[in-house]
C-alpha cells in the first residue's frame, strides 16, 4: 500500500498539473502507452453476482471492439491477433464487437481470435440493428479502410434474427452471450433517417420481443441497449424486460453525475446491470487530445483533466488506472470495456485493474470537488 499523501493546496495542483501536462504530449501518438504507476495487489477477474436470476458477464474487465474495427486508425490483422491474445491473457475476458465497428471487420477478427479458446472461458456480446450486404462502393463512415459493405437500419424481429445469423458466421462461434439493440438513440437521428422515437417503436414490436424469445429459448444469455444517450435505455425499461446496457460515453472519471444520478438507479431498480463503455473517454483519460468519437476536447475537460492527473501523481498513480477503476466500481456496473489497439494496451489495462489506490487519493477528488461526494469507488 502507498503511504498516505498530504492535502495539495489549488495553488499546487496547479503547479502539479503544469508539470504532468509533458507526460500527455509524449501520448500523442496511436499505440503509445501511459505507463502504470502504483502497488499492485488486487483481484479484478470477478463480477458482482447476478440479481432476480438476470445474467452478468461473469467478468469485471473486458475489451471493447472499436479500435479493432479500424476506429479512429487502421490496424493489421496480425496486430489485432496479438491484441486480442495479449487481453485475454492478461484477464480481459468479456469481449463486446459489433456488425458496426469496421463494418463487419471487428467481428471477422473477434471470431479469429477467440473461436479456438474453449467457450466457456470468456463472455461475448455483440448488436444488431444494422445489417450488412456487400458493395464495390462502402460508404464513407468512421472506420479506416473497413470491410467492403453497406448498411440499413433494421430493428424488426426478422431484421434481428438474421443479424445475429449474419455475426455467428463472422465470428464463427456457436452462441453470442448478450445481444445490445444498437444506436437507437437521439445522438444517432442523422444517420438512423428518421427520429429515433421511430426507430424505437420498430425496435420495441420487432427487436424487442425477438430478444426476449431467443432469451427464453436459451438462445443467448441476455439482452439491452448498447446507446451513447440514456433516453432510450430508460424507456426500454418501461416498456421491455432488458437485463443490460452497454452505456457509453455516460459514466467516466471525468463526468458522471447524471448516470449517478438518475440513470443507474433506474437500472438498479429493475435488477439490470451496466456495462460501462468508453471509460477512458475514447482515450482522453489514457493521455490522447481525443474526447469520446468526435473527438471535440470540451472547453472544461482539459482543466479538469490537469488537476486529476495532478492527484494522480501525488499518489503515485496514473490517470488510468484511476478511470477504469472508477467505472468499475458501481454496484449496479457489471463490467468496463475499454479498447485497445495494441497488445500493450490491453496489457496495460489489465495492470491497471490490480493496482491498489491509496484512499487519500478519493477522498482529494471529492474534497476538492473533482468527483461527486456520493460516487461509489474502489
Not at 472499436?66 to 495479449?86: K, R
Not at 490491453?346 to 491509496?358: H, L
Request: hydrophobic fraction near 40%; proline fraction near 8%.
Amino acid at each position: 500500500m502507498l503511504p498516505r499523501r498530504r492535502f495539495l493546496s489549488q495553488a499546487a495542483l496547479g503547479t502539479a498539473a503544469i508539470a504532468a501536462a509533458p507526460l500527455f504530449a509524449q501520448q500523442a501518438a496511436p499505440g503509445s502507452v501511459l505507463p502504470t504507476r502504483g502497488e499492485p495487489s488486487r483481484d479484478p477477474s470477478g463480477a458482482p453476482q447476478a440479481r432476480g436470476g438476470r445474467y452478468r458477464p461473469p467478468f469485471r474487465l473486458g475489451l471493447g471492439g472499436v479500435a479493432i474495427g479500424n476506429g479512429f486508425a487502421p490496424s493489421t490483422d496480425a496486430q489485432s491477433q496479438e491484441t486480442l491474445d495479449a487481453a485475454f491473457d492478461t484477464g480481459a475476458r468479456y469481449f463486446d464487437t459489433s456488425p458496426w465497428y469496421g463494418l463487419g471487420l471487428s467481428e471477422r477478427r473477434f471470431g479469429h481470435a477467440l473461436h479456438a479458446r474453449e467457450r466457456d472461458s470468456y463472455a461475448l456480446s455483440t448488436k444488431v440493428g444494422r445489417l450488412l450486404t456487400a458493395t464495390d462502393a462502402p460508404p464513407e463512415t468512421m472506420w479506416q479502410r473497413p470491410s467492403p459493405f453497406d448498411y440499413r437500419y433494421d430493428y424488426s424481429a426478422a431484421g434481428t434474427r438474421r443479424s445475429i445469423e449474419d455475426s455467428l458466421q463472422r465470428l464463427g462461434i456457436e452462441r453470442i452471450d448478450i445481444v445490445f439493440i444498437h444506436d437507437l438513440s437521439p445522438d444517432n437521428e442523422d444517420d438512423l433517417g428518421k427520429p429515433w422515437e421511430e426507430r424505437f417503436a420498430e425496435a420495441a414490436k420487432g427487436a424487442m420481443p425477438e430478444l426476449t424469445r431467443m432469451r427464453e429459448e436459451g438462445l443467448i444469455k441476455a439482452w439491452g441497449f448498447g446507446v451513447n444517450r440514456p433516453e432510450p435505455a430508460l424507456r426500454a425499461l418501461q416498456e421491455a424486460d432488458p437485463d443490460i446496457f452497454l452505456l457509453a460515453c455516460q459514466y467516466s472519471l471525468l463526468d458522471h453525475e447524471q448516470a449517478l444520478r438518475d440513470t443507474f438507479p433506474k437500472i438498479a431498480e429493475r435488477g439490470a446491470s451496466v456495462v460501462v463503455g468508453s471509460p477512458l473517454l475514447a482515450g482522453y483519460l489514457a493521455g490522447r487530445d481525443r474526447y469520446l468519437y468526435d473527438g471535440t476536447v470540451p472547453e472544461w475537460a482539459p482543466g479538469k483533466r490537469a488537476r486529476v492527473q495532478a492527484l494522480a501523481d501525488a499518489h503515485g498513480i496514473d490517470l488510468r488506472t484511476a478511470a477504469l477503476q472508477f467505472a468499475a466500481a458501481p454496484e449496479v456496473v457489471s463490467a468496463v470495456i475499454p479498447g485497445a489497439r495494441t497488445a500493450e494496451q490491453a496489457r496495460a489495462n489489465a495492470e491497471s485493474m490490480r493496482i491498489a489506490i491509496p484512499e487519500a487519493f478519493w477522498s482529494e477528488l471529492k474534497r476538492e470537488g473533482l468527483v461527486a461526494e456520493d460516487a461509489p469507488v474502489p
